[in-house]
């Protein structure tokens, strides 16, 4: 049999904390800057049970997951592969604490997010800010 | 580095006709029987790419995507493997003509779907037909 080759399941959570506030991590590795927490899916792992994972090893919070947003795929939004990653809305309350992969996790104020943000995530987190506004979710 | 086993993207349509049908496809392969159409998602290639190529190639129709739908992803969906499956609703016109994995492709009302369907196809079925009723999307 042929052997194909598929892009890699990711997730990505938008984490919504008490004060209109959505957490970022800080990447340790390349590339560098911020960013939204998420990572790889394991197999035999569904995407929303990763998706809690990743919250608990990034940013050491328990997330309880609202919403699958979107998925997202474009080929180059990740230099070093090609993932797709599901995003999912969740809550958690706390403060978050870095770990794993992140140097440090915070919280930002809808208002000030840093710029640039790694990856697509700028556009992610600007299509859920839409939606959570407006309840218009990101046309295809 | 450890190597990782990640789950498998794949790619799920519901088409809908005119004439408040959908089309299934008669799987050629193990496991036998009515299905989605759908399949492996390429490197290299958007979720939404692999819907309009998968329609084009299991049920000979172009498929105008309406909306991405929602993510499966229970480890058990498939008995093959873990495979993550995004769903897309789409529109076509004309008839469809099985190819591919589909030994037949054909349109039912939703009233008289064929039972048993293949893996979580009935569940995904009976979510999307209750989303274009209501409105309500499948929660987590």
């Known amino acids: 049999m042929a052997e194909y080759r598929n892009p890699t399941p ?3 959570l938008v984490v919504l904390l008490p004060g209109d506030r959505v957490v ?3 990447r ?3 590339p560098r800057g911020w960013a939204l ?3 790889f899916v394991d197999e ?3 995407l929303e049970a990763a998706a809690v994972r990743e919250a608990r090893e990034e940013i050491g919070l328990e997330v309880t997951l609202e919403e699958q947003f979107h998925a997202y795929s474009d080929p180059r939004r990740d230099p070093r592969r090609h993932t797709v ?5 969740g809550r958690a309350e706390g403060e978050p604490v870095g770990g ?3 140097a440090q996790a915070r919280p930002f104020p809808w208002t000030a997010l840093p710029s640039p943000l790694c990856f697509d995530h700028a556009e992610i987190l600007g ?3 839409r939606y959570l506004l407006t309840g218009q979710r990101r046309r295809l």
Not at 85 to 89: D, G
Request: a negative charge; hydrophobic letters at 30%.
């Open 24 to 26: 970022l991590v800080e």
């Open 100 to 102: 794993d992969d992140a």
């Open 28 to 30: 340790k590795g390349e």
């Open 127 to 129: 299509d859920v800010r």
């Open 85 to 89: 990653t599901t995003v999912f809305i």
């Open 10 to 12: 990711t997730v990505d």
């Open 37 to 39: 927490p998420g990572g």
């Open 44 to 46: 035999g792992e569904s």
